[in-house]
């Protein structure tokens, strides 16, 4: 069974809606910056959503009905930010698709909420109420420590009564998620699914942890002004973390064809394999197998992958590997498609970063572009067909997009541009 993208949806640190997200990448765009630090050696930059206002996204949502706006106030207008977050770029991908004017029946929709431990900087916000007075801990807090409540809230709003739970595979989950949305629909359980990248809270202690394991650029610096994100540069420093959210409506052909929806990109195919490994170090050999089989799966040769959305989170032995994984894959084909992060531009947002980037993916899939990778000044491998400073007109027919995580976790995904799309050739 066919499967395609009929909605997408992004709120991040660079845009806060999908065509905000197009022209911001096309720009190269960067929001990532300096945070103000209290000497606890953690994360010295990051990639923050500035000026959030859960109250105008929703109502910005005109597309939507206004009782569909008004129940996501009712819903969420106490929940934390991330929650809220979610709930937008969800409601945008809900309307991109088109199903608040022709949806299945709720029993036939499913939602994958992609990530896990989602909360902690929520749950470590409310230790101080709940040490001085724990009788004021508010009810909520029982509902939303927890990951479901993602899903329990979601699909409260969009009246989504099909499969749904969360999914997690640390900085692979948004595409574990889009392997187990896809999934659903392939096997018939649901004719569409919306898989949520879900925006991850990270408490102080996380970053700490981070910055400690010496994965982060910036911790401990006095100047971080004077650090970059640098993905694929001899100079990489550690990956920043980004604020975001993503959403995906993943449709069967035979469910959009007959709604009547317009069909983005084609999920032609997917790979998740671990690596029987519970360190953080990645592996060349989990890498190139997931890259495989995702293009095996598609049908197609790697030359015929004109662009990689690469998992490149700037960290010098992460970078190097994927790169070496890269040349194994692709052989004499290694400079033909053209490669680039966006992590540079959004930082890492961590759980949400797979959904993050295959919408990435999808807009310069379908735009005819690749975005920049910035700061890439001394390529770490001169044989990779990098995006340098500025984008670049791109005629791209396949995409593949990693995303590798923690503990072994392995994924690929291959998108496809239908057929009636535009493309540019250059």
């Known amino acids: 069974m066919k499967v395609v993208v009929t909605g997408m949806g992004v709120v991040c640190s660079i845009a806060g809606s999908v065509p905000e997200f197009a022209v911001a990448l096309r720009e190269g765009r960067c929001g990532i910056g300096p945070v103000p630090g209290d000497g606890d050696g953690g994360p010295r930059l990051a990639a923050t959503v500035k000026g959030f206002s859960f109250a105008g996204a929703v109502a910005a949502l005109t597309c939507l009905p206004e009782e569909l706006r008004q129940g996501a106030a009712r819903a969420a207008h106490r929940s934390p930010e991330a ?19 022709n949806a299945p029946p709720a029993d036939r929709m499913g939602l994958v909420v992609a990530g896990h431990n989602l909360s902690s900087g929520y749950v470590h916000d409310m230790v101080p109420k709940y040490q001085d007075h724990p009788e004021y801990l508010p009810a909520s807090f029982a509902i939303q420590y927890m990951d479901t409540d993602r899903v329990g809230r979601l699909s409260q709003v969009l009246g989504i009564k099909g499969e749904g739970y969360t999914v997690g595979g640390a900085s692979a989950s948004g595409n574990v998620g889009i392997v187990n949305g896809s999934r659903l629909v392939e096997a018939g359980a649901v004719d569409l699914c919306l898989v949520v990248g879900a925006t991850t809270d990270l408490s102080p202690m996380e970053k700490r942890g981070f910055a400690t394991l010496g994965a982060v650029a910036g911790a401990g610096t006095d100047e971080p002004e004077r650090v970059r994100c640098r993905p694929f540069d001899e100079r990489h420093e550690g990956f920043v973390p980004g604020q975001g959210s993503a959403c995906v409506v993943l449709e069967s052909e035979a469910s959009a064809r007959a709604r009547g929806a317009e069909v983005l990109a084609e999920l032609a195919g997917y790979d998740l394999k671990l690596d029987a490994n519970s360190l953080p170090d990645p592996n060349e050999d989990g890498e190139a197998k997931v890259m495989t089989g995702a293009m095996e799966m598609a049908g197609v040769e790697p030359g015929q992958i004109d662009y990689v959305n690469a998992h490149a989170t700037a960290t010098p032995l992460g970078d190097e590997i994927e790169v070496r994984a890269l040349g194994r894959v692709f052989g004499p084909d290694i400079g033909k498609p053209w490669v680039n992060s966006t992590k540079g531009l959004v930082g890492h947002c961590m759980c949400a970063a797979g959904v993050v980037e295959a919408v990435a993916s999808i807009i310069q899939l379908r735009d005819g572009f690749v975005h920049p990778n910035l700061n890439l000044r001394r390529p770490i491998d001169d044989g990779c067909r990098f995006v340098r400073g500025a984008a670049q007109p791109a005629d791209i027919q396949y995409a ?18 239908p057929s009636h799309a535009p493309g540019t050739h250059g």
């Open 83 to 101: 929650l809220q977050m979610d709930l937008v770029s969800a409601m945008q991908a809900f309307g991109h698709a088109g199903l608040h004017e």
């Open 400 to 417: 593949l997009s990693n995303s590798f995580g923690f503990g072994g976790f392995n994924t690929s995904i291959v998108l496809r541009r």
